[in-house]
């Protein structure tokens, strides 16, 4: 069992950074694929960053592609999101994701076993 929590989240103006941590309070995330999602009101859950065990492979969407970065820092058990010149379309409820059955490969299909409670972004213009 795996006990994710997101923080790092708040309200910003466009253009701003925020970076945000996934901590595993219980369990350990050092073998996992890992990767950060985001809901908006009123919309889907999407697929923003996912990062292998290793942090050897990432993989972004287009929408986030050369402003956020995912990363890791294995020994803290915890995975970040840098989160670089922010548009009002990133506000969303943000959500870290555990994929427990890849043998820690980032897979193109990502299947989150285990996820965090999210962290609120709000971006205004």
């Known amino acids: 069992q795996v006990q994710l929590v997101e923080s790092g989240g708040g309200a910003v103006q466009a253009g701003d950074s925020l970076k945000l941590s996934c901590a595993a309070s219980?369990?350990?995330?050092?073998?996992?694929?890992m990767g950060w999602f985001r809901q908006a009101p009123g919309k889907e859950r999407e697929f923003v960053a996912g990062?292998?065990?290793?942090?050897?492979?990432?993989q972004y969407s287009d929408s986030v592609k050369g402003r956020f970065t995912i990363s890791r820092d294995n020994p803290k058990n915890t995975v970040y999101l840098q989160m670089n010149s922010l548009k009002p379309v990133d506000t969303a409820v943000y959500y870290c994701?555990?994929?427990?059955?890849?043998?820690?490969?980032?897979?193109?299909?990502?299947?989150?076993?285990?996820w965090g409670q999210g962290t609120q972004v709000t971006v205004s213009s």
């Open positions: 994701g555990a994929d427990t059955e890849s043998y820690g490969i980032l897979r193109t299909n990502f299947k989150t076993t285990y």
């Open positions: 219980s369990g350990t995330i050092t073998s996992y694929a």
């Open positions: 990062i292998s065990y290793s942090g050897g492979r990432t």
